[in-house]
């Protein structure tokens, strides 16, 4: 969806522009992207598809010998702006190797020495207590024009690495300016209560599989002795893809699961549903600039910081207490409290909205 927001800004400011993307970045490929600009991969990328079906970097890498010349991490010449939107790149919880800072620090001093305006626009920073990620907040501070952080607890983590504040600014997440296409097929699950799993609830170790099956099928049950239309969405990727037929397997498919649409399907479907149970972030992202309620399993801060960025407190479900996530989606779902908290988001989205055309223009005036 950050590509999607990115791409629409682009196509406003400079509609005859060419964008160059990572070939890893679109794993369905270009036509996958609705846009109107001039989309292409970055040059070489074609050599380093080919190499990695014949696992060439990861015998180059065990045989200590480089492999940058197949990796499309070098400046595309003559680049305006790099702009990097890579959600939550820059932390401890993803344990970047010397490789990794190798590959950001070629990128972006080949970028400087051509005079490129680098932007940092990712969804959070930190934890950073590693010293690879140290390395890289200290990549980013040198090579950068601007960063900007999503909330106040990434901002600190910026601070801490004495990251200088000059090129620093702080705003909102910037996806609610992006408006969802709810595919008709799907409209018989309008005013339904969707579901979005997510594998990194199990891999960085916030809960069992197990559990968080069990939590997600007692939240289903919830809503559907409720009498209301429940599904799973996929939002992204042939993992989550696989967690949602596995939770649905366990309600004997009782319930629809939804996948393979597009970032603007995924988010007009939410648009569309009376409550958003996510652990997905811009799952919740989507919801609450769509003014839909929303509840989130979190494994990192950035869930409770956007939550608190609408104004919105106490949305973060404890997967602990199984008592206690039934009751808040009890809650969210009473005609009243769902209401209340449409009409509290409608008020706060005219102010995110406005942050974001703000936070373009400090882009574009560098």
């Not at 964008?19 to 970055?42: D, E, F």
């Not at 590959?103 to 990712?122: A, C, D, N, R, S």
């Not at 959070?124 to 140290?134: C, E």
């Given at each position: 969806?950050?590509?999607?927001?990115?791409?629409?800004?682009?196509?406003?400011?400079?509609?005859?522009?060419?964008?160059?993307?990572?070939?890893?970045?679109?794993?369905?490929?270009?036509?996958?992207?609705?846009?109107?600009?001039?989309?292409?991969?970055?040059?070489?990328?074609?050599i380093k598809k080919v190499a990695e079906k014949l696992h060439i970097p990861g015998i180059l890498r065990r045989l200590h010998l480089p492999y940058y010349f197949i990796d499309d991490?070098?400046?595309?010449?003559?680049?305006?702006?790099?702009?990097?939107?890579?959600?939550?790149?820059?932390?401890?919880?993803?344990?970047?190797?010397?490789?990794?800072?190798?590959?950001?620090?070629?990128?972006?001093?080949?970028?400087?020495?051509?005079?490129?305006?680098?932007?940092?626009?990712?969804?959070?920073?930190?934890?950073?207590?590693?010293?690879?990620?140290?390395?890289?907040?200290?990549?980013?501070?040198?090579?950068?024009?601007?960063?900007?952080?999503?909330?106040?607890?990434?901002?600190?983590?910026?601070?801490?690495?004495?990251?200088?504040?000059?090129?620093v600014r702080l705003f909102l997440d910037f996806t609610s300016i992006v408006y969802g296409q709810c595919p008709k097929r799907?409209?018989?699950?309008?005013?339904?209560?969707?579901?979005?799993?997510?594998?990194?609830?199990?891999?960085?170790?916030?809960?069992?599989?197990?559990?968080?099956?069990?939590?997600?099928?007692?939240?289903?049950?919830?809503?559907?002795?409720?009498?209301?239309?429940?599904?799973?969405?996929?939002?992204?990727?042939?993992?989550?893809?696989?967690?949602?037929?596995?939770?649905?397997?366990?309600?004997?498919?009782?319930?629809?699961?939804?996948?393979?649409?597009?970032?603007?399907?995924?988010?007009?479907?939410?648009?569309?549903?009376?409550?958003?149970?996510?652990?997905?972030?811009?799952?919740?992202?989507?919801?609450?600039?769509?003014?839909?309620?929303?509840?989130?399993?979190?494994?990192?801060?950035?869930?409770?910081?956007?939550?608190?960025?609408?104004?919105?407190?106490?949305?973060?479900?404890?997967?602990?207490?199984?008592?206690?996530?039934?009751?808040?989606?009890?809650?969210?779902?009473?005609?009243?409290?769902?209401?209340?908290?449409?009409?509290?988001?409608?008020?706060?989205?005219?102010?995110?909205?406005?942050?974001?055309?703000?936070?373009?223009?400090?882009?574009?005036?560098?």
């Open positions: 969806l950050m590509l999607y927001a990115i791409l629409q800004e682009i196509e406003r400011k400079y509609p005859d522009a060419q964008v160059y993307v990572p070939i890893y970045a679109i794993r369905q490929g270009l036509s996958y992207i609705h846009t109107n600009l001039k989309l292409r991969n970055k040059p070489f990328a074609k991490s070098s400046a595309v010449n003559g680049t305006d702006y790099f702009i990097d939107a890579s959600g939550f790149a820059f932390s401890d919880q993803w344990k970047p190797t010397d490789y990794i800072v190798k590959v950001w620090e070629k990128q972006l001093m080949g970028y400087h020495k051509q005079g490129t305006k680098i932007i940092f626009l990712p969804q959070a920073f930190g934890p950073v207590n590693l010293p690879n990620t140290k390395k890289e907040l200290a990549l980013l501070n040198q090579y950068a024009d601007i960063i900007m952080p999503r909330e106040e607890v990434s901002l600190g983590y910026l601070q801490q690495c004495n990251v200088n504040m000059k090129k799907y409209d018989h699950l309008k005013n339904g209560v969707c579901i979005i799993p997510n594998l990194r609830m199990i891999d960085k170790g916030v809960i069992s599989l197990e559990n968080y099956l069990e939590i997600l099928n007692k939240l289903i049950d919830k809503a559907i002795a409720g009498g209301y239309k429940v599904y799973l969405l996929n939002h992204e990727g042939r993992e989550d893809e696989e967690l949602a037929y596995m939770c649905r397997n366990k309600l004997c498919n009782r319930i629809e699961v939804v996948t393979g649409l597009n970032a603007l399907e995924v988010k007009g479907l939410i648009a569309t549903s009376i409550l958003c149970i996510t652990s997905r972030f811009h799952g919740a992202a989507s919801a609450l600039n769509s003014c839909v309620p929303c509840l989130a399993t979190s494994w990192s801060h950035k869930y409770a910081e956007l939550f608190k960025g609408y104004g919105m407190t106490d949305c973060v479900l404890d997967v602990t207490n199984l008592v206690s996530c039934i009751d808040k989606v009890s809650e969210f779902l009473s005609a009243n409290k769902n209401q209340e908290i449409r009409e509290h988001l409608r008020l706060q989205l005219p102010k995110i909205q406005s942050q974001t055309q703000d936070m373009w223009k400090c882009v574009w005036s560098i």
